[in-house]
């Protein structure tokens, strides 16, 4: 009886038919113990002398097996959120369509979820889920046990719980295998899997193109099929998982990845305008590579910048189009910035709160062009100046402008008074220096008085 309530308040369902996780002790995974966030790990510890499981879940444990430095750690749990919450005095309840737990400890916070029900019809009792006519599913707040919770996870390498208590790693499906193949495998059907969530599409490429893994041939087969399941998902989340892609510190490699498994047509169909013209495909591996780089050496990445360089050369054939119609240069890049922007609007949901920074860095690229009089001067205070360098440095590097009017640039910002004023030019040219004269004895200098 008690049970039945529990089930009924709680939305718990029986657990997955099937063998256990397979144990594996130290020895055998090799996580250390240390490598482990120290938030993390006392949040399992707070959960266990309550009573209730804790394991360092998901993502955290893939890339310790890897070798790699986790971004995030979640703890998974077989407390309710409610329960969750009593635990910890700095925490708190997010989510509707399922409710997690953020625990904050110093500046650091630890998601916190309930084991969820899988994503399979089970033998004994029907998924009672709604799902859409493609098969997607629209609800998904039902709490499992440990064995659901990894059945309902997307790929064997994210279905690893690390126990910190007796650091053992339970198994489900061979993940710890995957990894040391460095394969991509799908738990499950992979077409009923990508029909209940298209984004895994999108998510495998990803993966593989962040891990450096090979997709398994069954996971791969039925992407090209199901493909155009994507133009059913909400934009902000397509938005969502392009960001994750490409702030990854392996966007060069995802973009590549995406269009050779032809999912870019769902998250970046501009892709085939951009990578089909030779300086546009320069110019945006060039903006990858800067962004790959920038992570990797743990510097800041805007997105506003980076989704102005995917559209950039939208942007710049537009405003060509314009100018051959008859439109004044200036007022054509405003026209044209617009257009592409409202464009995309259907397309991949770009958060209006970029435009304004996109729309500056595009609108002084003329600026650069400039460099006679002030107008250098009052370009270098400008407050997006050096996002709109950064810009000009790839369109010289991509062979859009001279490599010239890059360098100018850069020597122009180091260089002291006396070197910039040389370095104007006038409309023939650099402006030439004046030639000094020198004074005779006795004679003032232009500001002095004459001596009495």
Not at 83 to 89: E, G, M, P, S
Not at 253 to 268: N, S
Not at 323 to 339: C, R, S, T, V, Y
Not at 437 to 452: H, I, L
């Amino acid at each position: 009886m008690i049970r039945r309530i529990i089930s009924k308040v709680f939305g718990r369902k029986r657990p997955a038919s099937g063998s256990g996780p397979r144990l594996l002790p130290r020895a055998e995974h090799g996580i250390q113990k240390d490598g482990i966030d120290e938030c993390a790990l006392k949040v399992c510890e707070t959960l266990g002398s309550a009573g209730f499981k804790g394991y360092v879940v998901g993502g955290a444990v893939r890339d310790l097996l890897l070798g790699m430095t986790p971004k995030d750690f979640d703890v998974a749990t077989d407390a309710t959120p409610e329960q969750v919450r009593k635990l910890f005095r700095r925490s708190r309840l997010i989510g509707r369509r399922f409710q997690i737990v953020h625990v904050m400890c110093g500046r650091e916070t630890i998601e916190v979820t309930t084991f969820r029900a899988n994503g399979q019809k089970e033998s004994e009792e029907e998924d009672e889920r709604p799902t859409d006519e493609h098969g997607r599913l629209l609800s998904d707040n039902v709490f499992g046990s440990m064995a659901d919770d990894a059945a309902r996870r997307d790929f064997t390498i994210n279905a690893l719980y690390y126990d910190p208590l007796r650091e053992e790693v339970h198994d489900y499906f061979d993940g710890v295998a995957d990894c040391k193949r460095r394969v991509l495998r799908m738990i499950g059907d992979p077409e009923t899997r990508y029909r209940e969530d298209p984004v895994r599409m999108l998510r495998a490429a990803r993966f593989a193109a962040k891990l450096d893994f090979r997709i398994d041939e069954a996971t791969r087969a039925p992407v090209a099929k199901l493909a155009p399941l994507l133009a059913n998902i909400p934009r902000a989340r397509i938005f969502d998982e392009a960001l994750k892609l490409l702030l990854s510190g392996h966007a060069l490699r995802g973009v590549h990845q995406l269009r050779a498994e032809g999912l870019h047509h769902g998250m970046l169909p501009l892709l085939d305008t951009i990578l089909d013209d030779p300086t546009g495909e320069r110019f945006i591996t060039a903006a990858l590579k800067t962004t790959d780089a920038r992570i990797a050496q743990d510097k800041p990445a805007s997105p506003a910048f980076l989704f102005g360089t995917l559209l950039w050369p939208q942007v710049l054939q537009r405003w060509h189009a314009l100018e051959a119609a008859g439109e004044k240069p200036q007022p054509a890049l405003f026209l044209a910035m617009d257009d592409v922007l409202d464009a995309q609007r259907h397309q991949l949901a770009i958060p209006r709160r970029y435009d304004g920074m996109m729309k500056e860095i595009w609108a002084l690229q003329p600026r650069f062009e400039q460099r006679g009089g002030q107008r250098p001067y009052r370009l270098l205070e400008h407050p997006r100046f050096r996002a709109a360098y950064d810009f000009l440095l790839l369109r010289a590097e991509s062979g859009e402008v001279d490599v010239e009017l890059g360098d100018w640039w850069t020597r122009f910002q180091e260089a002291d008074e006396d070197e910039r004023a040389g370095m104007l030019m006038t409309d023939s040219g650099p402006k030439p220096r004046r030639k000094r004269r020198r004074r005779k004895p006795g004679e003032a200098s232009d500001g002095e008085a004459q001596p009495a």
